[in-house]
């Protein structure tokens, strides 16, 4: 007996180094299985059989499946937490966002593992108390803040605000998916965090089924913000997603009827696409179906990003509960069997110089700079980029927290991740993206990196097809412009595709001939003359939908598809209608037809 106690503590030791090893960067989601003990005599028929020794699960009628953890029913909170979700955590602190959600069958113990009671803490709480010790370890660099929201039938709710109005989901610059009006409270104890968080689950919605008497009707998502200056001064912020996910129910034996078969069939719907989007990474699609509900977009760097996570596969051990076991079992499965690559050093964001001030019912993720800062940054950091030989081993790559749009914030990040890299890979890089903008018609921008390609390697072969191209393009559209009559926006063109090609004669000769005609003429036939476009710039960054459709050409359609890509980004000029699918030829017909409004 002796030497069996002695075999079992070493292969848990062994299990335990597994669990704490998270240094695989082919495995960045990890999936564990817990089995819930017996709660009547029924499940007591030995159907689920698990050895957390071997890390395996095993059914009667299905081969052995192996995870990356398992526990059973003797297992408990403290064990869980410390063997799992503590590695995680101490990764938070290395830089990396993450995410940990439990899933399973209704009743299975999900709320219990995650969320707990007063004496058995689950691995939200647990999560927290642990983050707010190393915040006191390590200095008073830091500061932690946290969100609760949670997902009915598609609608999300802010749990820490009563009688919260529905919320809308969106994409900020990074393509980082955010709720920009969900609020963030800030705290120092652990006994601060536990009032919050009590009130936040005493407005979560619960209600009794025949499976379950506390059945959850909705995902709850608690999200941690770290915010920790550097010794270098730099401001970052990481994250940290807990996720109790509502539980799978088959309504033949729940039972359910009216409101609560409602419920039962969008939870039923949201873990169906949850199943698509693992299916979708396990096969390597080339499209992953995030969009099929708003708990797989949340969790989508979670799953198919670069953020680190643990899936806890909650199961129950009867017979009754052998099909929902199965599809658990299987997606845990599919999931840890998905291949996909980890950026082992999770981009952390730069914030300003301050941790932001945070006003109620704000998020600190929907913050815009002003897009004439933009040029002021770009050469700074393009000057520190260039004079950098040896950067420091800490030294990380940096998105931008208040860049403008897309192109800003890959322009910034390049800089800061290339810091260390040759001028003519540097220059080679903004290439590679100027000619992306080129693509999406995004002349201005390609042509940014463009020119701070040329300050980089002036004398870079593989840019002269690009600027080639780009100039190409802006010749086009002055054309276009000078046949709409728009003498003035075409000389502005024309000088775009000059900067690219100055040598260029018979373009110098355009640009003569145009300056001429606009100072007889006066610029009499511009229509752009009696069309204002900043009152129009304004109105589509601050107008309503009713505002919108006072200009001709405008409906409905888009002047919703302004309203929601403005919550991303701002727009600068009447050019910008391009980023909401119009084309050239329809913004001069604006123009025209608008000229007199």
């Keep these: 007996f002796f030497n069996r106690s002695l075999q079992m503590a070493s292969a848990q030791r062994i299990r335990r180094v597994k669990a704490d090893d998270l240094g695989d960067e082919d495995r960045p989601v990890r999936v564990i299985v817990r089995l819930r003990p017996a709660l009547d005599p029924g499940e007591a028929d030995n159907y689920v059989k698990v050895d957390s020794d071997l890390r395996t699960v095993t059914l009667n009628d299905l081969p052995t499946i192996e995870f990356d953890g398992c526990y059973g029913e003797t297992s408990n909170q403290q064990e869980i937490f410390e063997h799992e979700v503590q590695p995680i955590l101490h990764k938070v602190f290395q830089g990396h966002n993450a995410c940990i959600f439990a899933y399973g069958v209704t009743g299975s113990g999900k709320s219990h593992t995650m969320v707990g009671n007063s004496e058995l803490q689950g691995m939200i709480p647990r999560a927290v108390k642990y983050i707010l010790d190393k915040k006191s370890e390590k200095s008073n660099n830091f500061e932690v803040r946290f969100q609760f929201c949670q997902i009915i039938s598609e609608k999300i709710y802010d749990l820490l605000e009563q009688n919260s109005k529905a919320l809308n989901l969106r994409c900020n610059s990074r393509k980082e998916v955010l709720i920009p009006d969900l609020s963030e409270r800030v705290f120092n104890s652990f006994h601060e965090f536990t009032e919050l968080f009590t009130a936040g689950c005493s407005n979560r919605k619960t209600a009794s089924t025949k499976l379950n008497t506390t059945s959850s009707r909705s995902h709850a998502i608690v999200t941690v913000k770290i915010y920790n200056r550097a010794s270098n001064g730099l401001l970052t912020s990481h994250k940290l997603h807990l996720v109790d996910l509502a539980g799978s129910e088959d309504n033949r034996k729940t039972g359910n009827i009216g409101e609560r078969l409602t419920e039962s069939n969008a939870i039923n719907s949201d873990l169906f696409a949850f199943s698509n989007v693992v299916s979708a990474i396990n096969s390597k699609q080339a499209y992953i179906p995030y969009r099929g509900s708003k708990i797989t977009r949340l969790l989508e760097d979670s799953l198919g990003g670069t953020g680190l996570a643990i899936m806890i596969c909650n199961i129950s051990p009867g017979l009754r509960d052998q099909s929902s076991t199965k599809k658990t079992l299987k997606l845990g499965k599919k999931l840890r069997n998905c291949e996909r690559p980890f ?47 040896d950067p420091p081993s800490d030294r990380r790559d940096l998105k931008e927290e208040n860049a403008n749009d897309l192109v800003k914030v890959d322009f910034v990040e390049s800089v800061e991740t290339y810091a260390e890299s040759s001028k003519k890979r540097l220059a080679s890089e903004f290439i590679t993206k100027a000619q992306s903008c080129r693509e999406k018609g995004l002349l201005r921008d390609a042509l940014i990196l463009v020119k701070h390609a040329e ?28 046949e709409q009559g728009l003498i003035e926006k075409s000389l502005q063109v024309y000088r775009h595709a000059q900067l690219l090609c100055p040598a260029n004669q018979k373009l110098a ?47 409905k359609a888009t002047a919703k598809a302004i309203i929601e890509l403005r919550a991303t980004r701002e727009f600068m000029t009447i050019m910008d209608f391009r980023c909401v699918g119009k084309t050239q030829k329809w913004i001069y017909s604006f123009i025209t037809k608008n000229s007199e409004q």
Excluded: W
């Design 455 to 482: 300050s980089l390697f002036p004398d870079n072969i593989v840019a002269e097809p690009v600027k080639t191209g780009l100039a190409r393009d802006y010749i086009i559209e002055a054309k276009n412009l000078k």
């Design 509 to 555: 000769t355009k640009i003569e001939c145009l300056e001429k005609t606009l100072k007889e003429t006066g610029s009499s036939s511009n229509p752009l003359k009696s069309f204002d476009e900043k009152r129009f710039v304004t109105v589509m960054n601050e107008g309503t939908s009713r505002d919108l459709c006072q200009f001709h050409l405008i409906g």
């Design 343 to 389: 950026q082992y050093v999770t981009q952390p964001q730069m914030l300003s110089e301050n941790i932001p001030p945070h006003p109620p019912g704000a998020s600190t993720d929907d913050r815009q700079a002003k897009p004439e800062d933009f040029e002021g940054q770009c050469n700074q950091r393009l000057t520190n980029a260039t004079r950098v030989k």
